[in-house]
C-alpha cells in the first residue's frame, strides 16, 4: 500500500507541532494502560495541525490537502442533532469509511495509538474513548 503524501505531511507536522511547544515528553511504555493523555492534549498533538484548534478544519496543514479537513464542531447537526460516537470511534480506529467524512489523506489512528500504546487494547481504546469525548465537548461551538 502507498503513503499519500498528505497523510505524512499531516502526521509529520503533527509529530513536529507537539515537539515544538516544548510539552514534557512522557514515556507512556511505562504508564500504565488506564494512564493515557486527555482528550485536549491528544486533539492537539494529533488532529490540530488539519483540523484546526477549534475544530472547524482550518488549521495550518489544511491547504496542503486535497480534501479540506471536516469541520469537527459541526458532527452532531450532520446527524441529527446527536453526537455518533459510535461513527467517530470508528473512523479514529479505522479511519473514514465513507467519503463525506473527507479524505482518504486522514491518517487511520487506531494502528498508531496501539503501536504507541505497546498494543495495550485497553490502552487504545482509552485514547479513542477521550478524543470521542473531547469532539463532543466541540459540537456547537
Avoid at 4 to 15: N, S
Wanted: glycine share 8%.
Amino acid at each position: 500500500m502507498a503513503v499519500r503524501p498528505g497523510i505524512l505531511l499531516c502526521v509529520l507536522f503533527a509529530v513536529v507541532c507537539a515537539a515544538a511547544r516544548q510539552d514534557p515528553i512522557v514515556n507512556t511504555a511505562q504508564l500504565p494502560p488506564t494512564n493515557v493523555p486527555s482528550g485536549k492534549v491528544m486533539y492537539k498533538q494529533y488532529c490540530a495541525a488539519c483540523h484546526g484548534a477549534d475544530g472547524k478544519g482550518r488549521g495550518p496543514a489544511a491547504s496542503s490537502l486535497n480534501t479540506r479537513p471536516a469541520d469537527l464542531t459541526t458532527l452532531a447537526k450532520r446527524h441529527d442533532g446527536k453526537f455518533p460516537q459510535d461513527y467517530v470511534a470508528g473512523v479514529l480506529r479505522f479511519g473514514p469509511t465513507v467519503s463525506p467524512h473527507g479524505s482518504s489523506e486522514m491518517p487511520v489512528w487506531g494502528p498508531i495509538f496501539q503501536y504507541v500504546d505497546n498494543y495495550e487494547e485497553n490502552a487504545t481504546r482509552q485514547r479513542i474513548k477521550n478524543l470521542c469525548d473531547y469532539l463532543q465537548s466541540l459540537q456547537g461551538k
